[in-house]
């Protein structure tokens, strides 16, 4: 017999009845969703001067155009406005994506017109703005000759470096002049100073251009992509569609060679550094505190062997040298992250490592010394900063559970002070002295509260709290999001949530929409706003439906064992927990355990579609949208991360791919895809649909042309709800 173990649900089930039947005037719908009715107000582009007493922030005004404003962290006081589109460039219509102070703060670069290549690049027309001068803003270069990539002050503030048609250039802003550092760049066989598609979708950044401190030298990325096999996607909305092909190195196929190299401002030589053979990719490079030092990063294949290397001399041919001064290796795979902060003794660095089973902040030595300096059952999440100063490391960790998201500061004895208190989810931006800090916070039924705190995260005032969000919620029926675990078959305790039902009644059940991702890196319990996907689960309440999620083993904050128990076999521990999640469910009195549902995207579309046929016995229906079908058909990075290569792991590929999984099928399933899904691929959609057809298995499928994986864009988003929630109530 099946044991389950209730936390929260029953206990609960009383007050939400109660609560419950208090009706309200105003009614969800996704028209109001999508079209920004639920909309949270956020502070954006948040910089902290130099002196740490200010800091700017991005707005746009109907007067002034695109603002970049200046305040008091202390007062709140508006100190100046730095930069108004108005006065740039004689234009209110002219906006800025994003800007970039110079080091002495005396000119800012803006770039314009941008035009997204992928998840994180562009491509934009950058502007130069003098706020000592005031004057009309510069171009950056000749913007006939194509817009720019990644533009960045030297900390000199004379120079600017940027990408062009794949190639590396240098603006001198004094003489007017524009230096090419390379000519070899060509689209789909050699990038500089950028990354090929895969670098910058697995390893979270496409920025190839890093001056050293002093400015004397410029580090670069250089991509050799020629080998590596095009991915032909096809675009619409011509009289004859026409192929967008890009660079695409799916599992087991040939990836990019990646070089490093530098260029040295004064005698204009490019030098390129030598590295080990072993060097399969280069995920990072950082400049040291000294300019003659670049720290390098490399990782074989299996991406569980890391080395740090940092450059010594030169070898013959101006190639080089660098010496390794850190290794790690492991039996799984090592995250790559931006966790690490050169220490001014000019011998020893922060970093965060898994070495002992959770995530947490060591101090290396070049000569490969280690010091553990956090400690516990719990994972630091993420480096906020380093007040060099007074010796204190800022970081997120998951100390309270994987639900909780929390600020810490930490010396390096291992001494750590809590900055917050409240549960929830919590981040901030600190101030160049890290005397003060912009402070968000929310929690599952609370919107983001914005506020300045003082160095021991004493609240001094609120910038943003919500409260026309919050007062509009109130003329609404809101069922409050409350956390759980359960217990599965495996005996693992695992986080869930649940939203039940507006205008509940007694005894009766209710159908289940389960709400998921499960992959590995992200988390769908978490105790923080949900935005508008919260309000998408306010509707399915509202329509009478109990609204849960789970977060299943893979998933991260619970340390190494948790997150690393589906290596090599993506897919089964996760659907078996979904299984199971469903079967727990069911036994609540709430919910009809033949009417449970399943949804998810992306990684959770793969997952919905995996528990749709491994669990068609538990899930009745589900809405997959996006999905992997089969690790073979998604790229090497992410792919052979967790699964090796298909040339290694057949079994794991096969055995839990979806396609090999299709005449198991009973329940409604409605499969959606965008065909210009660069990511994951729309063929992994037609694989399912061929699968399903061999299968003699009847389902529902669309496709949205030329959308990306996230399908927007116009009314595509709210095209997709209104779909997803009449097959909801069609078949849920």
Same mark, same amino acid.
């Not at 003098?130 to 120079?159: N, V, Y």
């Not at 250039?169 to 070899?184: K, P, R, S, W, Y």
């Not at 760049?185 to 697995?202: C, K, P, R, S």
């Not at 507006?502 to 706003?529: C, F, K, Q, R």
């Given at each position: 017999?099946?044991?389950?173990?209730?936390?929260?649900?029953?206990?609960?089930?009383?007050?939400?009845? !109660?609560?419950?039947?208090?009706?309200?005037?105003?009614?969800?719908?996704?028209?109001?969703?999508?079209?920004?009715?639920?909309?949270?107000?956020?502070?954006?582009?948040?910089?902290?001067?130099?002196?740490?007493?200010?800091?700017?922030?991005?707005?746009?005004?109907?007067?002034?155009?695109?603002?970049?404003?200046?305040?008091?962290?202390?007062?709140?006081?508006?100190?100046?406005?730095?930069?108004?589109?108005?006065?740039?460039?004689?234009?209110?219509?002219?906006? @800025?994506?994003?800007?970039?102070?110079?080091?002495?703060?005396?000119?800012?670069?803006?770039?314009?017109?941008?035009?997204?290549?992928?998840?994180?690049?562009?491509?934009?027309?950058?502007?130069?703005?003098?706020?000592?001068?005031?004057?009309?803003?510069?171009?950056?270069?000749?913007?006939?000759?194509?817009?720019?990539?990644?533009?960045?002050?030297?900390?000199?503030?004379?120079?600017?470096?940027?990408?062009?048609?794949?190639?590396?250039?240098?603006?001198?802003?004094?003489?007017?002049?524009?230096?090419?550092?390379?000519?070899?760049?060509?689209?789909?066989? @050699?990038?500089?100073?950028?990354?090929?598609?895969?670098?910058?979708?697995?390893?979270?950044?496409?920025? +190839?251009?890093?001056?050293?401190?002093?400015?004397?030298?410029?580090?670069?990325?250089?991509?050799?992509?020629?080998?590596? %096999?095009?991915?032909?996607?096809?675009?619409?909305?011509?009289?004859?569609?026409?192929?967008?092909?890009?660079?695409?190195?799916?599992?087991?196929?040939? =990836?990019?060679?990646?070089?490093?190299?530098?260029?040295?401002? =004064?005698?204009?030589?490019?030098?390129?550094?030598?590295?080990?053979?072993?060097?399969?990719? @280069?995920?990072?490079?950082?400049?040291?505190?000294?300019?003659?030092?670049?720290?390098?990063?490399?990782? =074989?294949? &299996?991406?569980?062997?890391?080395?740090?290397?940092?450059?010594?001399?030169?070898?013959?041919?101006?190639?080089?040298?660098?010496?390794?001064?850190?290794?790690?290796?492991?039996?799984?795979?090592?995250?790559?992250?931006?966790?690490?902060?050169?220490?001014?003794? +000019?011998?020893?660095? !922060?970093?965060?490592?898994?070495?002992?089973?959770?995530?947490?902040?060591?101090?290396?030595?070049?000569? +490969?010394?280690?010091?553990?300096?956090?400690?516990?059952?719990?994972?630091? !999440?993420?480096?906020?900063?380093?007040?060099?100063? %007074?010796?204190?490391?800022?970081?997120?960790?998951?100390?309270?559970?994987?639900?909780?998201?929390?600020?810490?500061?930490?010396?390096?004895?291992?001494?750590?002070?809590?900055?917050?208190?409240?549960?929830? &989810?919590?981040?901030?931006?600190?101030?160049?002295?890290?005397?003060?800090?912009?402070?968000?916070?929310?929690?599952?039924?609370? #919107?983001?509260?914005?506020?300045?705190?003082?160095?021991? +995260?004493?609240?001094?005032?609120?910038?943003?709290?919500?409260?026309?969000?919050?007062?509009?919620?109130?003329?609404?029926?809101?069922?409050?999001?409350?956390?759980?675990?359960?217990?599965?078959?495996?005996?693992?305790?695992?986080?869930?949530?649940?939203?039940?039902?507006?205008?509940?009644?007694?005894?009766?059940?209710?159908?289940?929409?389960?709400?998921?991702?499960?992959?590995?890196?992200?988390?769908?319990?978490?105790?923080?706003?949900?935005?508008?996907?919260?309000?998408?689960?306010?509707?399915?309440?509202?329509?009478?439906?109990?609204?849960?999620?789970?977060?299943? %083993?893979?998933?991260?904050?619970?340390?190494?064992?948790?997150?690393?128990?589906?290596?090599?076999?993506?897919?089964?521990?996760?659907?078996?927990?979904?299984?199971?999640?469903?079967?727990?469910?069911?036994?609540?009195?709430?919910?009809?355990? $033949?009417?449970?549902?399943?949804?998810?995207?992306?990684?959770?579309?793969?997952?919905?579609?995996?528990?749709?046929?491994?669990?068609?016995?538990?899930?009745?229906?589900?809405?997959?949208?996006? #999905?992997?079908? $089969?690790?073979?058909?998604?790229?090497?990075?992410?792919?052979?991360?967790?699964?090796?290569?298909?040339?290694?792991?057949?079994?794991?590929?096969?055995?839990?791919?979806?396609?090999?999984?299709?005449?198991?099928?009973?329940?409604?399933?409605?499969?959606?895809?965008?065909?210009?899904?660069?990511?994951?691929?729309?063929?992994?959609?037609?694989?399912?649909?061929?699968?399903?057809?061999?299968?003699?298995?009847?389902?529902?499928?669309?496709?949205?042309?030329?959308?990306?994986?996230?399908?927007?864009?116009?009314?595509?988003? !709210?095209?997709?709800? =209104?779909?997803?929630?009449?097959?909801?109530?069609?078949?849920?």
């Amino acid at each position: 017999m099946r044991q389950f173990t209730y936390s929260l649900t029953l206990g609960v089930i009383a007050t939400l009845l !109660l609560s419950s039947s208090i009706s309200a005037q105003s009614e969800y719908s996704n028209e109001k969703i999508w079209g920004g009715e639920f909309w949270a107000e956020s502070v954006w582009g948040i910089r902290s001067m130099a002196k740490g007493t200010t800091y700017t922030t991005q707005d746009f005004d109907p007067q002034k155009g695109s603002i970049i404003e200046e305040f008091s962290y202390k007062s709140g006081k508006k100190v100046r406005d730095i930069f108004s589109s108005v006065e740039a460039f004689d234009d209110a219509r002219q906006t @800025i994506s994003d800007y970039t102070f110079s080091e002495d703060e005396r000119f800012i670069l803006v770039s314009t017109e941008t035009q997204n290549i992928y998840r994180h690049s562009y491509f934009a027309n950058y502007y130069v703005y003098d706020t000592k001068t005031c004057e009309e803003a510069k171009p950056l270069t000749d913007f006939s000759k194509g817009k720019q990539r990644l533009a960045t002050f030297s900390p000199s503030a004379d120079k600017v470096a940027f990408v062009r048609d794949n190639n590396v250039f240098i603006a001198n802003l004094l003489e007017g002049t524009e230096t090419q550092v390379t000519d070899d760049g060509l689209f789909n066989h @050699i990038i500089n100073g950028a990354t090929d598609w895969v670098y910058e979708e697995e390893f979270g950044d496409d920025r +190839g251009l890093k001056w050293s401190k002093d400015g004397s030298k410029l580090a670069y990325y250089k991509f050799d992509e020629s080998a590596v %096999r095009e991915f032909h996607m096809p675009t619409y909305g011509e009289l004859y569609p026409e192929l967008y092909t890009f660079k695409y190195p799916k599992a087991g196929e040939e =990836n990019s060679k990646v070089e490093v190299y530098i260029y040295d401002n =004064n005698t204009g030589i490019n030098h390129g550094v030598a590295v080990p053979k072993s060097a399969h990719y @280069i995920p990072r490079f950082f400049w040291t505190n000294d300019s003659d030092k670049l720290c390098i990063l490399t990782m =074989n294949r &299996h991406q569980n062997d890391l080395r740090f290397l940092v450059t010594e001399g030169e070898f013959p041919n101006n190639r080089v040298g660098t010496t390794e001064i850190f290794k790690e290796t492991c039996n799984t795979y090592i995250d790559i992250h931006d966790n690490l902060i050169f220490l001014e003794d +000019g011998h020893s660095f !922060l970093w965060t490592s898994e070495r002992d089973g959770y995530n947490h902040i060591y101090k290396f030595d070049y000569n +490969g010394e280690a010091t553990q300096i956090t400690d516990g059952d719990w994972d630091v !999440l993420e480096f906020k900063g380093y007040d060099s100063k %007074r010796g204190y490391i800022y970081f997120s960790s998951s100390m309270y559970g994987a639900t909780q998201h929390h600020l810490h500061k930490a010396d390096l004895e291992g001494n750590i002070i809590n900055l917050d208190e409240k549960p929830g &989810h919590h981040g901030a931006n600190f101030s160049s002295t890290y005397a003060y800090s912009i402070h968000n916070h929310s929690d599952a039924n609370t #919107p983001p509260v914005y506020t300045v705190r003082d160095r021991k +995260g004493k609240v001094i005032r609120t910038i943003v709290d919500n409260k026309a969000l919050r007062t509009k919620l109130d003329d609404y029926n809101y069922s409050e999001k409350t956390f759980f675990t359960f217990t599965n078959d495996a005996g693992v305790e695992l986080n869930c949530w649940m939203i039940p039902p507006h205008n509940m009644e007694p005894g009766v059940e209710y159908p289940l929409y389960v709400a998921i991702y499960g992959g590995p890196g992200a988390n769908t319990v978490e105790d923080s706003w949900g935005g508008f996907g919260l309000m998408w689960h306010q509707f399915l309440a509202q329509e009478g439906y109990v609204v849960a999620s789970v977060d299943p %083993r893979g998933t991260p904050g619970r340390g190494k064992e948790f997150e690393h128990s589906t290596y090599k076999e993506l897919g089964k521990l996760e659907t078996e927990d979904f299984i199971d999640f469903a079967e727990f469910m069911g036994s609540n009195p709430l919910v009809d355990e $033949n009417r449970i549902g399943i949804q998810g995207w992306s990684y959770g579309g793969f997952m919905t579609l995996l528990s749709m046929t491994k669990g068609a016995d538990v899930y009745s229906a589900g809405i997959s949208v996006a #999905p992997v079908t $089969n690790w073979r058909y998604y790229d090497s990075i992410y792919t052979e991360r967790f699964m090796q290569t298909p040339q290694e792991n057949e079994s794991g590929y096969d055995d839990n791919s979806p396609v090999n999984h299709a005449e198991k099928l009973e329940g409604k399933l409605l499969l959606i895809h965008g065909t210009g899904d660069d990511n994951v691929h729309h063929q992994n959609s037609l694989e399912m649909v061929n699968a399903l057809v061999a299968a003699n298995k009847q389902f529902e499928f669309f496709s949205y042309p030329d959308r990306n994986h996230g399908i927007y864009g116009g009314n595509t988003r !709210l095209h997709l709800y =209104n779909m997803m929630m009449n097959f909801v109530k069609e078949n849920f």
